[in-house]
């Protein structure tokens, strides 16, 4: 059983930048594809960035130019780079992996973690 957990998370005010990790439990996972989520309070679960196996980053339109995910395979781990953070980036982010066939749908992914909480002050 994988176990995902996150890191990294916490109060930065707008402009600033956070690196989030996701580190699993278990075993390795360098050969699954690896996604970020987010919900803010009262949203639904949104699509942040993902990385599948030996091909390039995917990113939604809202991150894009200014988040960075990479997989640093001696470390184990998978980490967001978040530069330029605006309010509305503020979110409990989600570390997901799974073997998937479409990286920007939750419902791909097989194993979760518990989440990690970014707040973006204005």
């Known amino acids: 059983q994988v176990q995902l957990v996150e890191s990294g998370g916490g109060l930065v005010q707008a402009g600033g930048s956070l690196r989030l990790s996701c580190a699993p439990s278990?075993?390795?996972?360098?050969?699954?594809?690896m996604g970020w989520f987010r919900q803010a309070p009262g949203k639904e679960r949104e699509f942040v960035a993902a990385l599948r196996v030996r091909e390039s980053s995917t990113y939604s339109d809202s991150v894009k130019g200014r988040f960075t995910l990479s997989r640093a395979n001696a470390k184990n781990t998978v980490e967001l780079q978040m530069n330029s953070l605006k309010p509305e980036d503020t979110a409990v982010y989600y570390c997901a992996a799974g073997v998937v066939t479409e990286v920007r749908t939750s419902g791909s992914y097989k194993y979760w973690g518990q989440g990690t909480q970014v707040t973006v002050s204005s």
């Open positions: 278990g075993r390795t996972f360098t050969n699954y594809d």
